[in-house]
């Protein structure tokens, strides 16, 4: 993306999509200042998997890169060891160290995907750098500058003192730990999810109480998920990783909502408002079909994205079984369904496998099966097994 001369039109691509900005006055004063700013995002390694719903702020972050700004990624390997409470009603567990770790490492290589990895645009921090050395005194000195009813202010803290849920006090420090990172780094932005919001202010309340120039706050909305209800979620299934392959990432792509292009086009696309609008008047599966392009070909590229869109309509607009179908093996008797389902990776667990199959979204040959209980005869003949519409395998014995 070149580079956006007029602060009018840097302001109105950085809003592009934004729920709020804290405050719009003081993010054009920064960007007139014409020096390069730095742009925070706090990312706790908690989970190895990036999604989209990750990447709607990264994709912000790149746009303050593609105008000369300094990303800033700031893995929270520290934080991560309390667990940010936002949204939960009850206590994180704690992870251990490796685990933190080696997720760090995945986000890392996945928010490569999207952001300029140049060492002049990205700088990668980890909190553990200087929360690991803080003092008991210096952590005392820190919570003088919040009071309990400042922490009690969050809504699920809230909810959890009306239901007489425990909350740690390691609970409250969460937010403060990240405002902190925000005072070591220097931030002059801050992005995070509509989720984030106490926290990311909490830092700008946090700088001031340093004497610094307070941070801009840009929230950016949750991401639906493919259901069209829940937020995407690796817990709830209902996610597109990055790391998805070609064709099953245009195949969940093609499976949302209607409803939820308007949302993806502005969130997960740089194609212009005047644009989108006109793809969404015409016919949803032709609108569908050029977002799932779009998004493939960002973690791809346009051949794999063409030859993704190809298969997609291969099997299912002319119902043919895909090209490159897996074999598994397994041994030749007896099996039951859902351990099948686990064996060849359909299902995470028996009680998964078995809710897909009572759902009704289980054949196996030409029999759609709908007991949960059922078992099937694996022999040295290939059959195929299918759950939904885009998982399917042939499984033989050997």
């Not at 809003?15 to 405050?23: L, P």
């Not at 006055?25 to 390694?45: F, V, Y």
């Not at 730990?177 to 995070?192: F, H, N, P, T, W």
């Not at 989108?276 to 949803?284: D, K, R, V, Y």
Request: glycine share 8%; charged share 25%; net charge negative.
């Amino acid at each position: 993306m070149a580079t956006i001369a007029s602060i009018d039109e840097q302001m109105q691509l950085l809003s592009r999509g934004a729920e709020h900005v804290y405050s719009q006055t003081e993010l054009a004063a920064k960007l007139k200042s014409g020096r390069r700013l730095r742009i925070k995002l706090g990312m706790d390694p908690t989970a190895p998997d990036i999604h989209l719903g990750h990447t709607v702020v990264l994709r912000k972050m790149r746009q303050f890169q593609d105008l000369g700004h300094v990303a800033v990624l700031l893995i929270g390997d520290y934080t991560a060891r309390i667990g940010d409470p936002t949204g939960r009603d009850s206590t994180r567990p704690i992870l251990d160290e490796a685990t933190i770790t080696a997720n760090a490492e995945t986000y890392l290589a996945q928010a490569g995907k999207i952001l300029d990895t140049d060492p002049e645009k990205l700088e990668v921090v980890r909190n553990s750098d200087w929360l690991a050395k803080l003092s008991f005194a210096d952590v005392l000195r820190l919570t003088g500058y919040v009071t309990v009813q400042q922490m009690l202010h969050r809504e699920n803290f809230k909810l959890r003192m009306r239901n007489d849920t425990e909350i740690m006090v390691s609970e409250f420090m969460y937010p403060l730990m990240q405002a902190y990172d925000s005072v070591v780094i220097k931030a002059d932005v801050e992005l995070g999810g509509t989720d984030q919001t106490f926290n990311n202010l909490m830092g700008r309340e946090l700088m001031a109480k340093h004497q610094m120039e307070k941070q801009v706050v840009l929230t950016m909305p949750i991401l639906v998920g493919l259901d069209g209800t829940e937020k995407m979620s690796k817990s709830k299934g209902n996610y597109v990783a990055v790391t998805d392959d070609a064709n099953d990432m245009f195949g969940k792509i093609m499976s949302i909502p209607d409803t939820l292009m308007s949302n993806y086009f502005t969130l997960l696309t740089d194609l212009p408002t005047e644009e989108t609008a006109a793809l969404l008047e015409g016919h949803p599966r032709e609108t569908k079909d050029r977002l799932a392009r779009i998004i493939v070909e960002q973690f791809h590229d346009a051949q794999a994205a063409e030859a993704a869109a190809g298969e997609f309509k291969r099997r299912f607009a002319e119902k043919q079984l895909p090209t490159d179908m897996e074999v598994h093996t397994v041994e030749p008797g007896d099996h039951p369904l859902a351990g099948l389902m686990v064996k060849v990776g359909f299902a995470g667990s028996n009680s998964e496998a078995r809710r897909l199959i009572k759902g009704g979204a289980v054949s196996f040959g030409d029999d759609k099966i709908s007991d949960p209980t059922a078992h099937v005869n694996v022999t040295s003949d290939a059959v195929v097994l299918k759950v939904g519409k885009r998982r399917v395998c042939q499984v033989q014995a050997g």
